[in-house]
């Protein structure tokens, strides 16, 4: 079992960047490809970005140029700096340790955080 703990979300004006941050501990087995994904009210989490243990990394199209996912691999963190923030990107957002590829998509397979609120005012 994984447990994991996001940071760093918080109330920024459109335009402006934030950091988050997911400390994963527990199982290191369990930790595998990761991701970052968001949920907005009345919507299905939705996949942003993800990185696989060798580095890869794939993004929604959404924030594509604006945001940047990363991981410290040693200290089992991953990270998403996210630059030239829109009202749009506006969520609570979640990272997952056990992304999976199948038919086309990204899937996570693990369990969840509690998740960070980012809220961009316009």
């Known amino acids: 079992q994984v447990q994991l703990v996001e940071s760093g979300g918080g109330l920024v004006q459109a335009g402006g960047s934030l950091r988050l941050s997911c400390a994963a501990s527990g199982s290191m087995l369990s930790i595998k490809d990761m991701g970052w994904y968001r949920q907005a009210p009345g919507k299905q989490h939705e996949l942003v970005a993800i990185i696989t243990s060798g580095g890869f990394t794939n993004y929604a199209d959404s924030v594509k140029g604006r945001f940047t996912i990363s991981r410290d691999t040693v200290k089992n963190t991953v990270f998403l700096q996210m630059n030239s923030l829109k009202p749009e990107d506006t969520a609570v957002y979640y990272c997952?340790?056990?992304?999976?590829?199948?038919?086309?998509?990204?899937?996570?397979?693990?369990?969840w955080g509690q998740g960070t609120q980012v809220t961009v005012s316009s």
């Open positions: 997952n340790a056990d992304v999976r590829y199948s038919n086309g998509r990204y899937l996570p397979f693990g369990s």
